[in-house]
T-cell receptor, first 106, second 114 residues
C-alpha cells in the first residue's frame, strides 16, 4: 500500500503563502494525488488534484515533481479562515495521510 | 446541488449495544464510501461500494461491522455489538466514478460508546 507522510502541524500569519509537503511512498504509476481540507465537525472538502507538474485553481496550487515521490500544496495569502487540517490523499488505495493542522494567526 | 446526507448527527450508546448509520449520496454518484475518523487521526476507509457491489472492505471489522447499499443508492452501516474503541466520527462520501474522482463528504455521525 502507498503510504503518505506529512507534517503534523504548521503555523502561519495572515497574508503569507503556506506550503505543505506530503511524501508519497511507493506511489503507483497511475495514482493521482488529491488534497482535502477539513474544518471541525465537518467532513473533508476537496481542494485540488493532480498527476504531475503543476496544477492551479482558484484556491490553491499543487506541485508534483517528476519523480512523483512528493507533492506540495501551496495556499497563497492565507487568512484566518484557512485554519484547518489538510490531508493528502492517495486516489488508488483511498487512504488519507495523518493530516497537517494549519493554524493561521492574525 | 444537494450534498451527501447523513443521519443521525450524534449517537451515544453503551458498549455491547447496536447502532446504525444512514447515508444518502449525491444523486447520480455511483461510488459510496464509509470512513471512520478517530479523534486526531485521518479518515480510515471501512468499505467502498460501486453501485450496490462491494469494491473494498478489507479494513471493515466484519465480526461486528456490516454495511449494505440497497438499489445502489442509500447505504447503512451497522455496528453490533459496539466496543469502546468504536467511538469515532463515521463519514460517508460519494463520487461519480471509482477511480481518480474527487470525494464529496457528508458531515458525519459522531458516535460515543460508553
Amino acid at each position: 500500500l502507498a503510504k503518505t507522510t506529512q507534517p503534523v502541524s504548521m503555523d502561519s500569519y495572515e497574508g503569507q503563502e503556506v506550503n505543505i509537503t506530503c511524501s508519497h511512498n511507493n506511489i503507483a504509476t497511475n495514482d493521482y494525488i488529491t488534497w482535502y481540507q477539513q474544518f471541525p465537525s465537518q467532513g473533508p472538502r476537496f481542494i485540488i488534484q493532480g498527476y504531475k507538474t503543476k496544477v492551479t485553481n482558484e484556491v490553491a496550487s499543487l506541485f508534483i515533481p517528476a519523480d512523483r515521490k512528493s507533492s506540495t500544496l501551496s495556499l497563497p495569502r492565507v487568512s484566518l479562515s484557512d485554519t484547518a487540517v489538510y490531508y493528502c490523499y492517495n486516489n488508488n488505495d483511498m487512504r488519507f495521510g495523518a493530516g497537517t493542522r494549519l493554524t493561521v494567526k492574525p | 446541488e444537494a450534498g451527501v446526507a447523513q443521519s443521525p448527527r450524534y449517537k451515544i450508546i453503551e458498549k455491547r449495544q447496536s447502532v446504525a448509520f444512514w447515508c444518502n449520496p449525491i444523486s447520480g454518484h455511483a461510488t459510496l464510501y464509509w470512513y471512520q475518523q478517530i479523534l486526531g487521526q485521518g479518515p480510515k476507509l471501512l468499505i467502498q461500494f460501486q453501485n450496490n457491489g462491494v469494491v473494498d472492505d478489507s479494513q471493515l471489522p466484519k465480526d461486528r461491522f456490516s454495511a449494505e447499499r440497497l438499489k445502489g443508492v442509500d447505504s447503512t452501516l451497522k455496528i453490533q455489538p459496539a466496543k469502546l474503541e468504536d467511538s469515532a466520527v463515521y463519514l460517508c462520501a460519494s463520487s461519480l466514478a471509482h477511480v481518480n474522482e474527487k470525494l464529496f463528504f457528508g458531515s458525519g455521525t459522531q458516535l460515543s460508546v460508553l
